[in-house]
């Protein structure tokens, strides 16, 4: 979790603690385009197949978490 | 990194110019022939409680932040064009009173420095006024170089500005630090010579030689495509810009704060993108215009502020991409919002890559023979709200930012949506090339954008067919 919110914390400001069921659209302010390179830059950092995650199921970071766990293949 | 010596002598540490920075200045050279298309104007004003010198100090402050308005150029053999990052901002901030002139007449000296040409060899660039405006606003104006800033770095200014000014005048919070620009610039030139310029390429290259001819869809009602075909008819592009008439007027329409409401919410309670709804309406009016076309194509710019290196470092980022969907009448709204925002990510992926280079490797796919020959009429751009502080509600709410817009334009027609100060309402700003005279066009082209948006916002789940139906009941 903590790299996440390291990762996530590299595109926005954030005052609010980051937990897993803030959402990174409204609670976490990520545009369509954050969130594009946000997944390229943790895919790529663990080794996902960007074909094998659903990211338009992904709404909060538990869930982004959950992706990473499931899909993993570094780190 | 190159050491240059500039004309006085002195020897700097310069950079050879960015793709996005070199694209402008392409377009700039090709297609606009007036060094005003280069300038960026605009004003941030309220009414109410106003400090002149808490507002000077904050912007000198926001200044001295900001790396990228120390940006300056100077020709050079090897690479045309060199940036290099003076020591000093040079910039004095000067106060204006215009509070006993007419709206008009402010608005027109106010237009006038924002036309006026920026020489920028090895000079400062920018300027930054204070204001007292007629009807009690007051606030601050900037104009800034296209090759130095975009419209995301002149906002993300204003916005630094503003909360440095709210901290020394009221003790709010201030501002996180800004980001180096000259790290961003070396990212940039460093992706020249990665993998991933590499495999972005090879992704142009098979869209381009996969996906088969788009075909032009015009917002003129005299159509230049179907006169076009009249002597080609396998033809699916026209020959498009003029660099000989660049003078350019702009036709403002702004919808009204209720219903970008109900877009907004739309879109939030079917998570869809707002930038991907507006650009189905955009499509849906082309398409009305073209015989309710399924393919259609235009140019969307794409900021590429995604980290906050990115996104606070100043700059110019913007690069240019096709966005073209091929839409069957039979989906619903909302289910082509997605296929909207499915191809916009596809083309997020690789946007990195060089625009002009981009459109070679297409113009080469489609045997087209001069770059002046397009399948996309227009280009598209979305200004997301960014949050700028103001002391209180009522201020806020009596809040404006203006473009000024420089009235010349290296592109035929230029739509820009954004987001009103005030009360979050969506600006609709057609930039227009006056040679091919489009006003009364436009005027019909935006009520059918409009209507398409509200129909879809008021029931996403009809279908595509049913709205041109709807729109085209409307009275050209």
Known sequence: M??????????????????????????????????????TDIFTYYGIKPECVNVKAIKTVGELKAAIDNNKTKN | MVKKQLSDGNIVEAFPLTQAQRLMYFVYNSYG????VLNIGTGCYWKGAFDTELLKQALYEAADRCESIRLRFSPD??????????????????????????EEESFAILKGWTREGIDFIEKPLNTIRIMHLPDG?????????????DGYAVKMFMADAMAIYLHKKIGSTYPKPMRSYTEAMKTELDYLESDQRKADRAYWMKTFSESGEPIFNDYLLDNRMKKEKESNPDRRYVLMFEGEHPESRTLHFDLSAEDSAKIIEMCRENNLSVPCVLMLGLRSALSAFNDNEKDVSFKFMINRRGTLLQKKSGGNRWHFYTLRTIVEDSLTFEEAAQIVEEEQNNVFNHCNFDTLEMYHIKH???????????????????????????????IKATAKG????????????????KHRLSDNGLEFIFEYRISENPKHDLEIFYSKLRSALMIGAENPKITIREILEKIKLEEN
């Open chain 1, 2 to 39: 903590e790299k996440i919110v390291d990762f996530i914390l590299q595109y926005v400001e954030m005052d609010e603690e980051i937990t897993e069921v803030s959402t990174l659209k409204n609670d976490c302010g990520f545009s369509s385009f954050d969130l594009t390179c946000l997944y």
């Open chain 2, 137 to 149: 606003y007051n606030g601050f104006y900037t104009k800034f170089h296209h090759l130095a800033f």
């Open chain 2, 402 to 417: 203006i473009w000024y817009n420089n009235d010349y334009s290296a592109q035929n027609l230029y739509l820009t949506v």
């Open chain 2, 364 to 394: 080469m796919a489609m045997k087209m023979d001069r770059l002046e020959q397009t399948y996309d009429s227009m280009s598209f751009s979305y200004h997301a709200p960014l949050e700028i502080p103001f002391e209180s509600e009522e």
């Open chain 2, 77 to 102: 053999r090897q690479f045309g064009l060199v940036q290099y990052i003076a020591d000093e901002h040079c910039i004095e901030i000067t106060e204006h009173d215009h509070s006993a002139m007419s």
């Open chain 2, 33 to 36: 022939k007036n060094p005003a």
